[in-house]
């Protein structure tokens, strides 16, 4: 029996299994190497017998050969060294993503690797090599994390004054991530990949994958949405890239120090004391969220919208499009909630997922930021169908009257609206205000409502505004004042708060309904009609 070596394992569901493992026993490294010295003996085989009896074999090739193509040499191509070559480029690629160890390397080995493997120059698999190396990496781990926060740090473009010599700053540019053609540079996006895993890593958090990073990235360019910031990973990082190849990157500040403390390590005296220490001064404040996704979600999601991209239905997910999931129930819920969410229901006579919206760019959304927003923290319950009717109908909206929702959500209380270029949408979350764009909104705000002044005048304000901690009569007094003398606005208020006088230079009118039919929650509500007097 070998003796037993310390290595990070991971099992079929991608746990990481740290034990203690004599190498004969079972474990799915040992599994690849088994298969991987089952198929050494075959090429070995085969390559002997072809040279043997290369007489039969030459009719194969000759038989079998394409018009326009010329015949092999039999001794040339069943070679055992280029056989050899392709196997052991193999069973390397598939060990390093068996024990994730590229997510270990700095870009720069990682690109190393990468065409070693893509070039078949890497070294022979064999049991001590493979063993010695994995478990090499494997205790050497911090060192590697700050090799790919020094990689990442010397990637940052020298051109740029935002960058600083001397360590991380909140926020950088990275260069020459496109090519002249408008293509991701893979080998310059790692860096981008390295400093997302390494904020994800100090966050204690599990890093996306370079692959999730680059399909994250392409999105945006496939969109052409250049010159814009987009969210990762909760608000932690975010970045905005443009046509000539420059990657913006921004992260939260208390990122920034932390990222200087690890370059430290490596280089004592070349970084300043007062960057490696957290802020002093007031920094603007970030929105880090709590409920983020787990990256098994994000990766079944991300798998999904690749599946999906292929369809034409935009509108509409195909049940057979989860089958993937089928063998990890848990995995399917946390996903199906996720489309529920979303406002999307399942459709079983057509077996799809149906949506008010073109889902892939919400999901894409979704993956790249991980997060949905809390129903309780954001007091977001989707306004039903028969209640909006019933705000409509009182709001007596005409064509040409402009609109606002101040707490638009994903658009319940606007489905009857038909002039969406009048509707002013403001949400707090950016899930939700990406989800109304998608929608045909475009005039979106994101931000809280109580924050914002200036939005204009309005003839109509329909607001299903937060109940909790009275910010439902904070929402109310706040939206009066967008309101136009003579304007109407319709609001859906707590029960509690029914003939409660709370308006001035208001004539108002009060409608209780018993049950308002919010799902997941019975409550009772009250309809308010208020027209602003001069």
């Not at 893509?118 to 994390?145: A, G, H």
């Not at 990157?249 to 280089?267: F, G, Q, R, Y």
Request: aromatic share 10%; net charge negative.
């Amino acid at each position: 029996m070998n003796a037993p070596v310390n290595l990070d394992i991971f099992d079929e569901s991608g746990n990481e299994v740290v034990n203690q493992l004599p190498l004969s026993v079972y474990n799915p490294l040992e599994a690849l190497i088994g298969e991987y010295e089952l198929l050494k003996k075959q090429l070995e085989y085969i390559s002997e017998t072809a040279k043997r009896d290369s007489a039969a074999f030459s009719h194969f090739l000759w038989g079998n050969r394409g018009n326009g193509i010329a015949s092999f040499n039999v001794e040339s191509i069943f070679d055992i060294k280029g056989g050899m070559r392709s196997l052991d480029a193999t069973y390397w690629s598939m060990a390093m993503s068996l024990t994730k160890t590229m997510d270990v390397f700095a870009a720069e080995k990682r690109n190393e690797w990468n065409e070693m493997i893509n070039k078949m120059t890497t070294p022979p698999f064999e049991r001590e090599m493979v063993t010695s190396t994995l478990l090499d990496l494997m205790l050497n781990r911090e060192q590697f994390f700050a090799e790919k926060v020094d990689g990442a740090h010397r990637k940052l473009s020298r051109h740029h004054a935002t960058n600083s010599r001397f360590g991380f700053t909140d926020r950088m540019i990275i260069e020459y991530c496109l090519d002249r053609y408008g293509y991701l540079q893979h080998t310059q996006m790692n860096y981008v990949s390295d400093l997302r895993a390494c904020i994800a890593h100090l966050r204690g958090e599990e890093a996306a994958s370079s692959y999730t990073t680059y399909s994250d990235v392409d999105r945006i360019i496939n969109a052409k949405k250049f010159g814009e910031w987009f969210d990762f990973d909760g608000g932690a990082f975010r970045l905005r890239i443009y046509k000539k190849g420059t990657v913006h990157v921004e992260i939260h500040p208390d990122m920034s120090w932390k990222l200087n403390k690890v370059l430290a390590t490596l280089h004592p005296a070349a970084i300043p004391s007062e960057l490696r220490e957290p802020p002093k001064r007031k920094f603007k404040e970030f929105v880090l969220h709590d409920d983020v996704i787990g990256m098994d979600v994000r990766k079944g999601i991300n798998d999904l919208i690749r599946r999906h991209h292929k369809m034409d239905k935009d509108h509409c997910i195909s049940l057979y499009e989860f089958n993937s999931f089928k063998e990890d129930k848990v995995l399917l819920g946390k996903v199906e909630s996720i489309m529920i969410y979303l406002g999307g229901y399942k459709n079983t006579a057509n077996h799809e997922w149906v949506f008010d919206f073109n889902i892939d760019p919400v999901l894409s959304e979704i993956v790249r930021t991980g997060v949905v927003p809390n129903s309780v923290s954001y007091q977001y319950y989707p306004t039903p169908e028969a209640l909006s009717v019933k705000v409509h109908d009182l709001a007596e909206i005409e064509e040409h009257h402009t609109i606002l929702e101040p707490s638009a959500g994903m658009g319940g209380l606007l489905s009857q609206v038909f002039n969406k270029s009048l509707v002013t949408c403001v949400d707090v979350s950016m899930t939700h205000c990406f989800i109304l764009k998608e929608m045909g909104f475009t005039n979106v705000i994101q931000g809280d409502f109580l924050a914002l002044d200036n939005l204009g005048k309005f003839d109509r304000v329909l607001m299903n505004p937060p109940f909790s901690e009275g910010r439902a009569e904070s929402h109310l007094n706040h939206a009066f004042e967008q309101l136009k003398v003579g304007g109407v606005l319709v609001a859906v208020l707590p029960a509690i708060m029914h003939n409660k006088q709370m308006l001035k230079n208001a004539n108002c009118e009060f409608n209780k309904i018993a049950d308002a039919g919010f799902e997941g929650t019975k409550v009772n509500v009250t309809l308010l009609k208020a027209t602003k007097l001069a």
